[in-house]
T-cell receptor, first 113, second 113 residues
Framework: DGGITQSPKYLFRKEGQNVTLSCEQN?????MYWYRQDPGQGLRLIYY???????QKGDIAEGYSVSREKKESFPLTVTSAQKNPTAFYLC????????????FGDGTRLSIL | AQSVAQPEDQVNVAEGNPLTVKCTYS??????LFWYVQYPNRGLQFLLK??????LVKGSYGFEAEFNKSQTSFHLKKPSALVSDSALYFC???????????FGAGTRLFVKA
């Protein structure tokens, strides 16, 4: 079945450590997104990518980095510069044009040790 | 600037009663409007969308939504609630010419048996 796979499901970060969250899709979608979800705040856009080798900052990009070397993969790195990384991170994808909704993975929950 | 408001943090209904989850939006052009549902520790699942045409949109699991252009609203409805409908519901908007989807803060629906 087509879908989006996020891994790991749970992740713990130590002080000063960078961690990378994986997002892989087999839907052949052009566009991919990373969101951060905090209680009561909905989803906030971190980064998005419309095509391979291109990505744009979202509303809360500071302390995060991404790459898009392959169409199916869009990993997110939470750097040590992100002082409050504890959150639920969601990856999504969709066709870059048209009115189709986004498809979401099942998220990664990141906590600080 | 685009925005979405979900004025109720929580909606409580009894099983078998009709339910409404409210959403209002602001967008510069013509909107694509979406409703998603989220169960605990899962990603968002698409329920329905409004693109153009009929103001009453039918979606998954018996849900429907009513688009009202003059009131810039897109309320989610279901004629008879089930306990299994208890979840977090998100309204979202995207300008037809845009790339980003803006999400509301979410409304938690609690259906009591």
């Amino acid at each position: 079945d087509g879908g989006i796979t996020q891994s790991p499901k749970y992740l713990f970060r130590k002080e000063g450590q960078n961690v990378t969250l994986s997002c892989e899709q087999n839907l052949n979608h052009d566009a991919m997104y990373w969101y951060r979800q905090d209680p009561g705040q909905g989803l906030r856009l971190i980064y998005y990518s419309q095509i391979v080798n291109d990505f744009q900052k979202g509303d809360i990009a500071e302390g995060y980095s991404v790459s898009r070397e392959k169409k199916e993969s869009f990993p997110l790195t939470v750097t040590s510069a992100q002082k409050n990384p504890t959150a639920f991170y969601l990856c999504a994808s969709r066709w870059a044009v048209g009115n189709q909704p986004q498809h979401f993975g099942d998220g990664t929950r990141l906590s600080i040790l | 600037a685009q925005s979405v408001a979900q004025p109720e943090d929580q909606v409580n209904v009894a099983e078998g009663n009709p339910l409404t989850v409210k959403c209002t939006y602001s967008v510069s052009g013509n909107p694509y409007l979406f409703w998603y549902v989220q169960y605990p520790n899962r990603g968002l699942q698409f329920l329905l969308k409004y693109i153009t045409g009929d103001n009453l949109v039918k979606g998954s699991y018996g849900f429907e939504a009513e688009f009202n252009k003059s009131q810039t609203s897109f309320h989610l409805k279901k004629p008879s609630a089930l306990v299994s409908d208890s979840a977090l519901y998100f309204c979202a908007v995207r300008d037809t010419g845009g790339f980003k989807t803006i999400f509301g803060a979410g409304t938690r629906l609690f259906v009591k048996a």
